[in-house]
């Protein structure tokens, strides 16, 4: 298998942890993304959206990196990181989804507004980060409930964990303090202790 990514890109970290935590023999291909290669005729036959993550498969391409996450853990069932159960399956989906619909573009508002329009060197625009902010701080009071007296979401470690935790590793140039919030700070703190998770993280 062939995972094409970029190391500073979110939603790849969290497919590689996935991958390591696996144990799954995926070759990593990274994308110039700054000469545009995502873009490229060639890349656009893979996914024609033009983004990574993509994976692919002996001759088989898949994007979303939520799906691919789903796509690894079935070849792993014993992981549990997907579970089988109806009532399991879909408390994993209901996260992945929330994080697509919700928590991944509340989290994108403040990186834009700061990692992004630093690297585009612009300056940022107070409104729209104050907006995301307060939109981060809502969806980290969902996580803050659910996490209570839990180690991982849903219960046990599963896909959910490594897709909603993926979106905080750069808490620190987003100005995302989570001191206000206990039960999610020792949930990332559990998280990014994982080999997995340290093995994936960007350069920084
Ligand atoms: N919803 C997608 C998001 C993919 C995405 O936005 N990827 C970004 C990097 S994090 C990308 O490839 N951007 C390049 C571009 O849009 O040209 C997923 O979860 O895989």
């Avoid at 964990?161 to 039960?183: C, I, K, N, T």
Wanted: aromatic share 8%; proline share 6%.
């Amino acid at each position: 298998m062939k995972l094409y990514e970029h190391p500073f890109s979110t939603a790849a970290f969290k497919v590689r942890a996935v991958i390591h935590e696996l144990g799954l023999p995926v070759t990593l291909v990274t994308l110039d993304m700054m000469k545009g290669e995502q873009k490229s005729p060639e890349f656009l036959a893979k996914n024609p959206n033009g983004k990574v993550p993509t994976l692919e498969d002996d001759g088989f391409f898949l994007w979303e990196s939520n799906a691919i996450l789903c796509y690894l853990a079935a070849k792993k069932p014993e992981s549990g990181l997907l579970p089988a159960d109806p009532k399991g399956m879909a408390q994993v989906q209901q996260w992945l989804q929330w994080h697509a619909t919700t928590f991944a573009p509340s989290t994108s508002e403040v990186m834009f507004e700061t990692i992004y329009a630093k690297m585009m060197g612009r300056t940022k625009d107070e409104a729209k980060y104050a907006a995301g902010l307060e939109k981060v701080r809502r969806d980290l009071g969902v996580l803050e409930k659910v996490l209570a007296g839990k180690e991982f979401l849903c219960g046990k470690l599963t896909l959910a964990d490594f897709s909603l935790v993926s979106q905080l590793h750069m808490r620190a140039p987003m100005g995302v303090d989570l001191e206000a919030f206990p039960h999610v700070k020792a949930w990332v703190a559990r998280m990014e202790s994982r080999e997995s998770v340290r093995k994936s993280l960007p350069p920084m």
